[in-house]
């Protein structure tokens, strides 16, 4: 899966392939969004995922770009920014290591709701909804689980949006 692929530039592959396997292993198994996962769970996850090396500065999801992945932040810093009204970039959150993005796109394939930027040199991992597709049709209960563990991640991200909503309007 070359970046080219992604349709994003500034992607640097870090490995693939049975030898890098341990590597992403040790990367996804870390991250919140797994926790309830076992083992061979996860290892059957990072089948179809990559690692990559992004600069700071990169945009690696810009906001409206064709949403094709979502991303597990293994080290580093990005940021989550949003366009107001007059096309100023807003910053709406930071995301740090152990965190994923781009959950939403994943799912219903519609452009990305905001841009993903790296703040400072990051790793990350990313899962295309082609290869999400893949797993799914592969291993369907295992599918059932992983799309069940995005609902509720999506869902507390709504509740605390709400939450800062009425916070904001002052109610």
């Given at each position: 899966?070359?970046?080219?692929?992604?349709?994003?530039?500034?992607?640097?592959?870090?490995?693939?392939?049975?030898?890098?396997?341990?590597?992403?292993?040790?990367?996804?198994?870390?991250?919140?969004?797994?926790?309830?996962?076992?083992g061979h769970e996860i290892r059957q996850l990072t089948e179809y995922m990559?690692?990559?090396?992004?600069?700071?500065?990169?945009?690696?999801?810009?906001?409206?770009?064709?949403?094709?992945?979502?991303?597990?932040?293994?080290?580093?810093?990005?940021?989550?920014?949003?366009?107001?009204?007059?096309?100023?970039?807003?910053?709406?959150?930071?995301?740090?290591?152990?965190?994923?993005?781009?959950?939403?796109?994943?799912?219903?394939?519609?452009?990305?709701?905001?841009?993903?930027?790296?703040?400072?040199?990051?790793?990350?991992?990313?899962?295309?909804?082609?290869?999400?597709?893949?797993?799914?049709?592969?291993?369907?209960?295992?599918?059932?689980k992983l799309l069940m563990e995005l609902a509720r991640l999506i869902s507390?991200?709504?509740?605390?949006?709400?939450?800062?909503l009425v916070d904001a309007l002052g109610g």
């Amino acid at each position: 899966m070359a970046d080219e692929a992604l349709g994003i530039s500034g992607l640097n592959l870090i490995g693939e392939g049975s030898a890098f396997q341990d590597t992403l292993f040790d990367m996804v198994a870390e991250a919140q969004l797994f926790s309830r996962f076992e083992g061979h769970e996860i290892r059957q996850l990072t089948e179809y995922m990559h690692a990559y090396a992004v600069e700071a500065g990169i945009d690696i999801f810009p906001e409206g770009m064709h949403g094709n992945c979502m991303g597990l932040l293994v080290s580093g810093r990005i940021e989550v920014l949003k366009n107001n009204s007059e096309g100023a970039a807003q910053r709406i959150a930071v995301i740090s290591p152990g965190k994923t993005f781009g959950e939403m796109s994943l799912i219903d394939g519609l452009p990305y709701s905001a841009t993903i930027r790296a703040t400072e040199p990051c790793t990350l991992v990313l899962l295309t909804r082609n290869n999400f597709m893949q797993c799914l049709q592969q291993h369907p209960a295992f599918g059932v689980k992983l799309l069940m563990e995005l609902a509720r991640l999506i869902s507390l991200r709504l509740r605390q949006t709400s939450g800062q909503l009425v916070d904001a309007l002052g109610g």
